[in-house]
Each structure stands twice: as C-alpha cells, then as structure tokens.
C-alpha cells in the first residue's frame, strides 16, 4: 500500500522564477493538504483540498496556489520565488471519512531558492 | 491568532527514564490532538490522537489530554535513543479542517 508520494525531492530554484510541487495521497485518502516547514520550526498550514476545490487556507499569499485532480492528486505551485520561500514542503492525505482523522506525510520537497 | 505552544527543549533525559513532553493551545473548542514524531531530515510521523479527557496508552507512549487546561502531554517510558527526535504537536481547531502545528520539543536520550 503506497503511502503519500512527493516529487522531486530537492529542488534549487533562483528569486523570481515559479516551481510546482507534486504529491500523491495515500491509496484511500481524498484530501490533500500542503505545509511549509522552516528549519526548527514546525509546519505552517498552506492550503487544503477536497474535492478538486481549495477548503482551507492559511497565511501565505497569492503567489502560492495549488490544483487537485479528479485522482485526488494534488500540485503546488509558487510563483515569484523569495530566498524567504527556501522550505521543506510536506504534503499530508487524510480521510476525513474514517475515524482517526489524521494526517499521513509525504517525505517532502525540499526547495532552495538562490 | 490561534496558537500550539511547546518548549523547543532541547529535553534531555536517560536511556531507561520517562520523557515528558507538554502543549498548550489557545482555542478552547479544539476537539482533535494529536502527537507526531519528526527525525532530522525526514517528515512527520503520527504517533498518538486523542480527542476525550484523560489517558491514552500505546505500547511505551500515553497522551494525556485536559481540556480545561487546554493541555495535552505525552509521555514516553522506558526512553531509547531511537527516541531521540522532534516532537510535534498538532491541533484541530473548531471550524477547522486542517491541523495547527507547535514549533517542536527536542528529545535528547542519552546512552
């Protein structure tokens, strides 16, 4: 049973270009949800999907965005890159169906913007 | 602003002792708690949830909930080096699809 599946692992990109992430939930799980974790922080909510429609954001701006997919996978998208965007990005699938509502991570994505 | 706190430690402790790890969090409706562990370098891997007042056991891991506290704790006994990594706390706040998550208490266990 495949867990949550993230690409590419490490990604370099330069201030100002755009970079979109990729996450496959687990085989039952219909809803994404994409964090940012800095180093020693814990991870800030992004944004969640349900439905191929975004269900909950958090407080990053507009140049963050993201799709789902009828297979319930999901993209990141950032554009405008900032040194500040430099991040692990976790996706995480849940079943908001089933009675232990958490989280299952991805391995991440992580992005070094120069 | 909606808050999880936790003391970033680093909570140091011997092989063989009992780690206490502690959370407090602001929205007084949260009804979801959960307990992740994340190593160096690698993502978050669910530990514990608890969602009713009191005690939850599994293998050498209990959370504790109090919600008139608004305090969740977990312990971990008889502690093993392997142990040693970032706690993560998370709460699922009222209205709230998504987890809010504390910064991290650092476990050290010492050989």
Redesign the interface.
């Known amino acids: 049973d495949a867990g949550v599946t993230q690409s590419p692992t490490h990604l370099i990109k330069t201030r100002g270009q755009q970079v979109t992430l990729r996450c496959s939930p687990k085989s039952g799980h219909d809803?994404v949800?994409w964090?940012q974790q800095a180093l020693?922080?814990?991870?800030?909510?992004i944004f969640?999907y349900?439905e191929e429609e975004e269900?909950?954001r958090?407080n990053f701006p507009d140049r963050f965005s993201g799709h789902q997919f009828p297979n319930y996978s999901s993209e990141l998208n950032v554009n405008a890159l900032l040194l500040g965007d430099s991040a692990?990005y976790?996706c995480?699938s849940s079943n908001?169906g089933g009675s232990?509502?958490?989280?299952?991570?991805?391995?991440?994505t992580r992005l070094t913007v120069v | 602003q909606k808050e999880v706190e936790q003391n970033s430690g680093p909570l140091s402790v011997p092989e063989g002792a009992i780690a206490s790890l502690n959370c407090t969090y602001s929205d007084r409706g949260s009804q979801s708690f959960f307990w992740y562990r994340q190593y160096s370098g690698k993502s978050p891997e669910l530990i514990m949830s608890i969602y009713s007042n009191g005690d939850k056991e599994d293998g050498r891991f209990t959370a504790q909930l109090n919600k008139a506290s608004q305090y969740v704790s977990l312990l971990i006994r008889d502690s093993q080096p392997s142990d040693s990594a970032t706690y993560l706390c998370a709460v699922r706040e009222t209205g709230r699809r998504a987890l809010t998550f504390g910064s991290g208490t650092r476990l050290q266990v010492q050989p």
């Open positions: 809803t949800s964090y020693g922080q814990g991870p800030q909510f969640q349900y269900r909950q958090g692990l976790l995480a908001p232990d509502y958490g989280y299952t991570f991805g391995s991440g």
